[in-house]
């Protein structure tokens, strides 16, 4: 078996990972979960998001969680306002998880205080997108994140 090595940046420190179906493979679609209590917001995700992408979306943490589990989405656009397990619990239990700990996730909330942003990021997010945005900014934010999975620095 072929390993991949992937560059993880955790604070100012470089650390080499080997790891296995990491990120999206070259030409192949991302497979990408929204997380929203407002079926607004998932319509216009669907308009940006459905030519490019493999979108699915649900309303709350828990269903959130389940289809992590069962699927492994490339990437989450995750809302912090959720009933019941709202965004920071979510992300962290998805980071806490192995088989589950390398998943993107991008927080895209109006909660956007520096305080708001810094919970996001200790939770694991990989980035933090405030509402509300346009088009490019959210498509610039996920090819950023899914280009950063998919780069390898070096391969046996």
């Known amino acids: ?34 997380v929203d209590d407002d079926q607004m917001n998932h319509e216009i995700l669907q308009e940006i998001l459905d030519s490019k992408y493999k979108l699915h979306c649900v309303y709350r943490g828990e269903e959130a ?36 700990a390398n998943t993107q996730i991008i927080f895209m909330s109006a909660s956007a205080s520096d305080e708001d942003i810094r919970r996001g990021m200790a939770a694991g997010a990989d980035y933090y997108l405030p509402k509300p945005f346009n088009e490019d900014q959210l498509l610039q934010s996920i090819e950023k994140i899914l280009n950063k999975t998919s780069q390898t620095c070096c391969e046996n």
């Open 1 to 34: 078996m072929q390993a991949n090595w992937k560059i993880l940046i955790s604070c100012s420190n470089l650390i080499p990972i080997q790891v296995a179906n990491f990120g999206v493979e070259m030409g192949s679609v991302a497979n990408i979960l929204g």
């Open 65 to 100: 969680y389940d289809f992590v589990l069962s699927k492994h989405p490339d990437l989450i656009l995750l809302d912090i306002n959720l009933p019941k397990m709202n965004g920071i619990e979510l992300c962290k239990k998805i980071k806490q998880q192995k088989e589950t």
